[in-house]
């Protein structure tokens, strides 16, 4: 089946510091892979995404690369400020039917001045 | 261009009462979602829907109940309130599949519901 597995938080770092979140998936063939934010008491907010293998993704200062080989989607910021606190979900679609994503569970990240 | 929307914001109902969630989309999306939020689970597909008239089963469907009638709206039902429902509900909307690489969910801002 599709599951989406992310490291269990919550993370808690200062800010400046490099942030990772691993993310690894199953999945027959080839998903799309997705990180989406959700800031405190808002909905989820795509943050970047990769359709392919050895794609990487790019947003505000965000990157996670697609690996195949590893079945892996991590988030990475080189730099993580205190407006970077929020919830991280970890996501992949298959769009054969119905355009499903199945979600991580999340990973709360909170930046400490 | 309000994107997603859902109404109400929060509800709190008795455990049997009935009530339901609506989202509207603004975007001309074909496809929409109806997700629960509950801690340490992520976020679990209710129902969907792939078009005006349709509608079909996610992974959590028991107990509630879904309709598309116009392409812009869908609905959610919970006919007899219990309190496993007491959750945070997203509605997402997407274009089809093949899209032009399209294919991200766009999500409202939920609706807090607790059944007492």
């Known amino acids: 089946g599709n599951s989406v597995t992310q490291m269990e938080g919550p993370v808690t770092l200062s800010e400046e510091a490099f942030l990772t979140i691993n993310c690894t998936y199953t999945a027959t063939g080839y998903p799309s892979l997705f990180w989406y934010v959700q800031y405190p008491g808002e909905g989820l907010q795509l943050l970047l995404k990769?359709?392919?293998?050895?794609d990487k993704g790019s947003n505000k200062g965000f990157e996670a690369t697609y690996r195949k080989e590893t079945t892996s989607f991590h988030l990475e910021k080189g730099s993580v400020q205190v407006s970077d606190s929020a919830v991280y979900f970890c996501?992949?679609?298959?769009?054969?039917?119905?355009?499903?994503?199945?979600f991580g569970t999340g990973t709360s990240l909170t930046v400490i001045p | 261009n309000a994107g997603v929307t859902q109404t109400p914001k929060f509800r709190v109902l008795k455990t049997g009462q009935s009530m339901t969630l609506l989202c509207a989309q603004d975007?001309?999306?074909?496809?929409m979602y109806w997700y629960r939020q509950d801690p340490g689970m992520g976020l679990r597909l209710i129902h969907y829907?792939?078009?005006?008239?349709?509608?079909a089963k996610g992974e959590v469907p028991d107990g509630y109940n879904v309709s598309r009638l116009k392409k812009q709206n869908f609905l959610l039902g919970l006919e007899s309130a219990a309190p496993s429902q007491t959750s945070v509900y997203f509605c997402?909307?997407?274009?089809?599949?093949?899209?032009?690489?399209?294919?991200?969910?766009?999500f409202g801002p939920g609706t807090r519901l607790t059944v007492t």
């Open positions: 990769a359709t392919k293998a050895d």
């Open positions: 975007m001309n999306h074909e496809y």
């Open positions: 829907s792939v078009g005006e008239g349709t509608t």
């Open positions: 996501a992949l679609l298959r769009s054969y039917t119905g355009n499903q994503f199945y």
């Open positions: 997402a909307s997407s274009y089809s599949p093949g899209t032009g690489g399209k294919n991200e969910q766009y």
